[in-house]
T-cell receptor, first 119, second 114 residues
């Protein structure tokens, strides 16, 4: 078990550019979550997938943000036309949830995050 | 809506001191409650959890009790070590949210001095 990995760890970009982040969850974890964390704040939920289906999106996820999880394995988060307000740490987490289990008892395992700086 | 409020940091303690980090929540129904820890340069790690009222979660000498009557989940440790220096996040999952998204507090930074 290698844990959740994220790539890149750091990204510096200019305003208006597009960026894409990748998350590789723990193998056999069917749920994958994206969160965003700004300095001095706790992570905020962005979206989650169960297998390849994107089941919930936060209002924080503007039209410039899109996430995919093809084949239910790794996921990508793309931000188009980046703005300075997008600067944050983007966190990915995964969990293994059965159809009958209570989601509140499932442990989410977090990756190290991708730190985005928009100049 | 659902929310979590933590005591403001940073908290600075001497080694072997007693630690309390306060956490209160607002939620519909009875959520599951969590403490996550973020060590410098590392990702968030689950420290402990409790899924129903009066449950006590414990791990690595830390413990927290789910108090329904006060809607609280305070984190305690009897004797902190320098290696406990980190940011601690209280979080909840509402049982009405089938997706299991975590709602976090703002975090409390702990610094333990030798």
């Amino acid at each position: 078990d290698t844990g959740v990995s994220q790539d890149p760890r750091h990204k510096i970009t200019k305003r208006g550019q597009n960026v894409t982040f990748r998350c590789d969850p723990i193998s056999e974890h069917n749920r994958l979550y994206w969160y965003r964390q700004t300095l001095g704040q706790g992570p905020e939920f962005l979206t989650y997938f169960q297998n390849e289906a994107q089941l919930e999106k936060s209002r924080l996820l503007s039209d410039r943000f899109s996430a995919e999880r093809p084949k239910g394995s790794f996921s990508t988060l793309e931000i188009q036309r980046t703005e300075q307000g997008d600067s944050a740490m983007y966190l990915c987490a995964s969990s293994r949830t059965s159809g009958t289990s209570n989601s509140g008892t499932d442990t989410q395992y977090f990756g190290p995050g991708t730190r985005l700086t928009v100049l | 809506g659902n929310s979590v409020t933590q005591m403001e940091g940073p908290v600075t303690l001497s080694e072997e001191a007693f630690l309390t980090i306060n956490c209160t929540y607002t939620a519909t129904g009875y959520p599951s409650l969590f403490w996550y820890v973020q060590y410098p340069g590392e990702g968030l790690q689950l420290l402990l959890k409790a899924t129903k009222a009066d449950d006590k979660g414990s791990n690595k000498g830390f413990e927290a009790t789910y108090r329904k009557e006060t809607t609280s989940f305070h984190l305690e440790k009897g004797s902190v070590q320098v290696s406990d220096s980190a940011v601690y996040f209280c979080a909840l999952i509402s049982l009405y949210n089938q997706g299991g998204k975590l709602i976090f507090g703002q975090g409390t930074e702990l610094s333990v001095k030798p």
